[in-house]
Structures are given as structure tokens and as C-alpha cells.
């Protein structure tokens, strides 16, 4: 059967009307009806909705408790309009806005950029267990951001750091594409096994630095090691908000191109995508999602991992939508992550990796073994 023959019954079905019976569940339909649009718009301002409401219990709960008719009160308050009784505590104002929005918001940056970098790195390789983390992207965006700080590099003035962890992401992306693809397909234990190589590359990088580093630059370091939102400033959220925007926005017009490589290659290349292309983009844009997340929150895993195929199973493979509703997920899981690493135990801050890893490590375990009895064994 020729390649023509192969890809017809998939024009067809374009044409057709969206059927979630019958439609090809690796390909959505591009024009869903109303009732799939209706669902779709239910579901993102569902985990929209969600997100306010975390945001702001977690603004409010702490050392210092402030109740949520407060915290608002406060916002609409800077915002020239009075709504409700500014918080009674005298210190309570200073808190939430030199402290805990900042905080807030970068949790939301940081859970948008890794969990939309997981699902495009799923995407592009073909492959369920592509996260920033398991195949060493974030660990070489931290071993050169700590190279940076070791050393004391200001080519960039603050943007140094920033910089440095792009570049390290890129560099880890990019010899994970190389090394775990051939033939067109991604191969799972080379995939793991690349990650486990540039982890230690890594981790040995990062040795280093931390033992040549002064002790101002051996605490950085230690933080991204762990991961953490602990002091973190409103400059660093108006660095890491735009870029992670940009790369998220990138990303969404690349969604259609996405599940149309899911059918494979040639089938990709006979509908009009450039796959090759399309690869090299989506490299560079999880490259500044990760350096987003890595340059001011540290080592942080398996977000890109679970939130995408939770939502995955719950809505389907059409990135279309998945990709929005795992950003809105990864602000979720860590805003989730961030109140309870500042709660779990009292007058002391978690490191949120630890609590991500807690989570996603089993979940990672159950993931593998999934696959493999899917596949009858790794490929």
C-alpha cells in the first residue's frame, strides 16, 4: 500500500465531523464542534479558576495568617478601589507584597514552564517519559547557572545567570535529541539512559563549582540543588514571567504540528510539516522554559512529568488543549508544592524539588512499568 493510500483515510476523517467515537485519537479534530469547544472553555477557566483560589490561599496562610477577604481587600486596595477591611496586622501589608505575592507568582511561572516543557519534550520525541529533569535538561541549565555564580560571571549583568542556564538547557537538550533518536523514533532505555549520563555530567559540574565557589556562592548552589522560592524578589518574577510567557505562546502555535507528527514522520512530512524544523523550535523553546524555571527556582522535578499525563489521560492526547491545561496544572501542583513547603513543619522552609520528587519519583516508577507492558518491552 502506498504512503498516499495510507494517509488518506486521515484526510477524510479531517473532513468529517468531529466524532469522538470514531475520530483517530492520536489526531483531534481541527475543528472541534460546540460541544467539544464548550468543554474545552469549561475545563481551562475550571484550572484557571483553580489556580486564583490556590494563589491566593496560599498568599494567605504562613507564620503570619492573613484570611482571603484580606489579601483581596489589599489587592483592590493598591489598585485605587476600596473593597472590604485592609489586613488588621500591622506588618501584614509589607508581608504580602515584599514577600508572599512575589513568591506566589513565581510558583505560578515556574510550575507553567516546566509542566508546558514536559509536554512539548513528550510531543516532539514521541516518547511519555521526555521531562526536563529525567533527561537532564534542568540539571545542565543549573550546572552552567552554578558555573556562572562560581566563578563570577556578569557578561550579562543580572541577566547572567539567566543567560547561563538557557545556554546549559540547550546544550543538555540538544545531546539528548541527538543521542536518543535514530531511525525516527526515540528510543526509551537510550532516552533514560542519556538523562542518567548528563545528570551525572551534571551533578560532577556542579561538585566542582560548589568546591572552587566561595561561601556566598556555595549557598547558591546548594539552593539549586534543592530547588527552592525561598527569597525570592518581584525583578526575578519580571524576568522569568516573559520569558516563560514567550516560550508557552511559541509553543501554543505549534500544537496542530505536534499532533500531527504523533501519526509519525512521513505521514507529518505529507501533511505539510517540516519536521526537522519543528524539532529544532521546539529544542529552543524548552530551553527557555527550563532556564525560566532553573534560573531563579533551582532544581525542580518531575512537574513536567505528571501534571501532562494526568491531564492527558483525563482530556486526551489533542495538545491543543492539553498544553494550556497542564501550564494552568503545573501553576497548580506548584503553588500546591510551595504552601506546603512552608507549612509542613513549623518555622521552616522545604525544599520544594524534595516534595516534587517525593511525588513524581513513584509516580516515574509507575509510568516505566506502564510503558513497557504497553509496548510488550522497551523499544
Known sequence: MSLEQRVQPLRLAEDAPADPGTADPRLPDP???????????????????????????SAGVGQMQISVPEILASIFHRMGMDWGALPA????????????????????????????????MQGVFGNPLAEPSVVGVSAGAAAF?????????????????VVAAFLGGLVATCLVYLTARH?????????????????????????????????SAREEIVFWQLGSLNGTLWINVAIAGPIALAGILLACTMTRQLDLLALG???????????????????????????????????????????????RMALGPGHRLLLPASALGGALLM?????????????ADLPIGMLTALVGGPFFFWLIRRTRRGAGGWS
Open 335 to 347: 503553588l500546591a508544592a510551595d504552601t506546603a513547603a512552608r507549612t509542613l513543619v513549623a518555622n
Open 145 to 161: 547557572a552554578c558555573t556562572s555564580i562560581a566563578l563570577g560571571l556578569t557578561f550579562f549583568g543580572q541577566w547572567t545567570t
Open 265 to 311: 514522520e512521513r505521514p507529518a512530512r505529507h501533511l505539510g510539516v517540516n519536521v526537522e524544523s519543528l524539532r529544532r523550535r521546539i529544542i529552543v523553546i524548552v530551553a527557555f522554559l527550563t532556564s525560566a524555571a532553573v534560573a531563579f527556582a533551582g532544581i525542580i522535578g518531575f512537574v513536567g512529568l505528571v501534571v501532562p499525563h494526568i491531564l
Open 89 to 120: 496586622h500591622p506588618h501584614a501589608e509589607s508581608a504580602l507584597w515584599a514577600i508572599r505575592f512575589p513568591r506566589v507568582l513565581m510558583a505560578v511561572v515556574v510550575g507553567a514552564a516546566l509542566a508546558s516543557a514536559g509536554v512539548i
Open 183 to 215: 531511525a525516527g523514533r526515540t528510543e526509551v532505555v537510550t532516552l533514560v539512559l542519556t538523562g542518567v549520563a548528563i545528570n551525572a555530567i551534571a551533578g560532577a559540574v556542579i561538585a566542582l563549582m560548589t568546591f572552587l565557589g566561595d561561601s
Open 31 to 57: 475543528a472541534p464542534g460546540a460541544p467539544r469547544a464548550l468543554r474545552n472553555t469549561i475545563v481551562l477557566a475550571a484550572l484557571a479558576a483553580a489556580v486564583v483560589i490556590a494563589a491566593l490561599v
